[in-house]
Nanobody, 126 residues
Framework: QVQLVESGGGLVQAGGSLRLSCAASGRTFSNYAAAWFRQAPGKEREFVAAISWSTSFIHYTDSVKGRFAISRDNAKNTVYLQMNSLKPEDTAVYYC???????????????????WGQGTQVTVSS
């Protein structure tokens, strides 16, 4: 079992920045692939970014490329999402997800990940 706890969400003005953290406990998180998803009000949850356990593979959805950066510190069992140049459309609950296997073809699918956090709210005002 792996437990994931997100933090770092909040209210920020458009153009601002936030850094989300996902702290993992339980099994050896350093061997797990991890990802961030988000769900805006009235919309389905969508993929944001993913990172393999070794950081050799990183993926982003097109709408955040150049603005968001996913990273991890395996010594701290933590995955981060640095979000810059935030826009009102980035407003959502952001979820951290993890799985023992890195899937190079399905990294963007919710069903790829076995473990999920409870989410952290990010609100971007215009």
């Amino acid at each position: 079992q792996v437990q994931l706890v997100e933090s770092g969400g909040g209210l920020v003005q458009a153009g601002g920045s936030l850094r989300l953290s996902c702290a993992a406990s339980g099994r050896t998180f350093s061997n797990y692939a991890a990802a961030w998803f988000r769900q805006a009000p009235g919309k389905e949850r969508e993929f944001v970014a993913a990172i393999s356990w070794s950081t050799s593979f990183i993926h982003y959805t097109d709408s955040v490329k150049g603005r968001f950066a996913i990273s991890r510190d395996n010594a701290k069992n933590t995955v981060y999402l640095q979000m810059n140049s935030l826009k009102p459309e980035d407003t959502a609950v952001y979820y951290c997800a993890a799985d023992p296997t890195y899937d190079s073809l399905r990294y963007y699918r919710e069903g790829t990940y076995e473990y999920w956090g409870q989410g952290t709210q990010v609100t971007v005002s215009s």
